[in-house]
């Protein structure tokens, strides 16, 4: 909102100049030029948290990044149905980045927008959908990704008036199997943060329940960043095996405290369990490879004085960090104030993009094992 000869001018939420919440705590744009193609999937943790970042964005915004700033292929935004909701709640956009013949397409889902009640009431509603043979999964996420009311997961959408937009899950497969057939060499990377990390790895579980076995053998890795758990300890066992059937990398960043990738609860009440391998980040951005972040439901009286120092500390760190990393890593007043606010549940300010960006750019390479399909990524 600005002021111009006396009058109030509302800016335009579609223009390419508008920025999100997100987008005004981190205000970076540009990719780091520092970490090239043949870093592999160093480079593609990268790309992919930047494209998680921008999903934020309105479709200006997006298409403007991925053409002008990243000098990419800009594939499209799309809204997309959740029948349980009866609107388009879920958002997603396409790119692709070629390079010398071997593109890679990139899905970017659209996490939680911080005053979205629609995102936030998929969040919580944490009732199971059971796959046969495959387990329980989180109910609000299924809906979010294109479960159909009433009728569950056929291979393809029953036709329903109703809806106003295709549902996310059978309209992205159907766009993946377009750009597929073009270059026998595309392959195509999955991400998202918050919500919009689990969309990404919900979504190749729906491609092994639908038998979809050339998605499968095409889909390089799934990166997500602050991704909440997404079904109980059966789905993870089917998942771990099935990624690794179809030699698909599965990346899970956590960073520091934040409170997202410790809910749902991970216990005997709510029996949520994460999967695979937790790439984690201490507030110097140096990471290792767990199976399970630590305190991993977050809530505890022991390690409440503990995370608020940490907090303290990564506040401290925002008037330093640009001095010690670089200007790309300079933290505006907005951002800091965030952290300031956020003292007093410090899993909350860590949970947006900013930290997990940094995390990309600065984590060592040695975190990324050779990859089982092509060469090392």
Not at 98 to 114: N, Q
Not at 153 to 159: F, G, Q
Not at 286 to 314: C, H, Q, W
Request: glycine content about 8%; charged content about 25%.
């Amino acid at each position: 909102m600005s002021w111009d000869a006396g009058r109030i001018e509302i800016p335009d939420r579609t223009g390419e100049t508008f920025l999100s919440f997100v987008g005004n705590l981190d205000t970076r744009v540009d990719l780091d030029g520092s970490i090239k193609h043949e870093d592999g999937s160093k480079y593609y943790a990268a790309l992919s948290m930047m494209a998680s970042k921008v999903a934020y964005e309105n479709q200006a915004v997006i298409q403007k990044t991925v053409t002008q700033h990243w000098k990419m292929e800009y594939l499209g935004f799309y809204n997309y149905w959740n029948d349980y909701q009866e609107k388009a709640t879920t958002q997603a956009f396409l790119l692709e980045d070629k390079d010398d013949g071997r593109d890679t397409i990139i899905v970017s889902f659209r996490g939680t927008e911080t005053f979205d009640a629609d995102a936030w009431s998929s969040d919580v509603d944490i009732s199971w959908y059971e796959l046969p043979t495959i387990g329980k999964i989180h109910g609000g996420f299924m809906k979010t990704l294109g479960l159909q009311k009433n009728i569950g997961w056929p291979k393809d959408p029953v036709p329903n008036d109703k809806r106003k937009v295709p549902l996310a899950y059978y309209d992205i497969r159907e766009r993946l199997k377009q750009q597929l057939t073009k270059n026998d060499q595309t392959r195509f990377v999955i991400t998202g943060h918050s919500l919009g990390g689990a969309l990404a790895i919900l979504f190749p579980a729906v491609l092994a329940f639908h038998e979809e076995k050339m998605l499968l053998e095409r889909l390089e890795g799934v990166y997500t960043f602050g991704q909440p758990r997404v079904g109980n300890e059966q789905f993870g066992q089917f998942m771990e095996k099935m990624l690794t059937e179809n030699g698909i990398r599965y990346f899970r960043f956590v960073y520091g405290n934040d409170i997202v990738p410790r809910l749902p609860y991970d216990n005997e009440n709510f029996m949520f369990k994460h999967f695979g391998s937790c790439l984690y980040f201490n507030r110097h951005y140096e990471g290792k490879l767990v199976d399970e972040e630590p305190n991993k439901n977050y809530f505890s009286a022991l390690r409440t004085m503990p995370k608020i120092i940490n907090a303290i500390m990564e506040l401290i760190r925002s008037f330093t960090i640009s001095g010690s990393k670089g200007p790309d890593f300079k933290e505006g007043w907005f951002l800091i104030v965030f952290r300031l606010m956020g003292l007093p549940m410090p899993g909350v300010p860590v949970h947006f993009p900013q930290d997990y960006v940094n995390a990309t750019r600065l984590g060592s390479s040695d975190l990324f094992l050779p990859s089982s399909k092509g060469p090392d990524q």
